[in-house]
C-alpha cells in the first residue's frame, strides 16, 4: 500500500497500492487490507494506462 486516504460518497476510505501482477495484488488486498478489523468487503480497481 502506497497511500490511504478517508473519502465521502459510497465509499469510507480509497487505498492505493502498487504491485507487479494483478494477481500479486489481490494477494495483497486479502492478506493485508481484508484482514483490518472492521472491513468487511473491499472493491479494486486496477489503473490502466492505455
Not at 500500500?1 to 476510505?13: H, L, N, S
Not at 492505493?16 to 483490518?36: I, N, P, S
Request: net charge negative.
Amino acid at each position: 500500500m502506497t497511500q490511504a486516504e478517508d473519502v465521502t460518497g459510497p465509499y469510507d476510505v480509497i487505498v492505493r497500492a502498487q504491485a507487479d501482477t494483478v494477481d500479486e495484488l489481490g494477494h495483497m488486498v486479502v492478506a493485508k487490507v481484508q484482514q483490518v478489523d472492521g472491513i468487511t468487503r473491499t472493491l479494486t480497481c486496477p489503473v490502466v494506462h492505455l
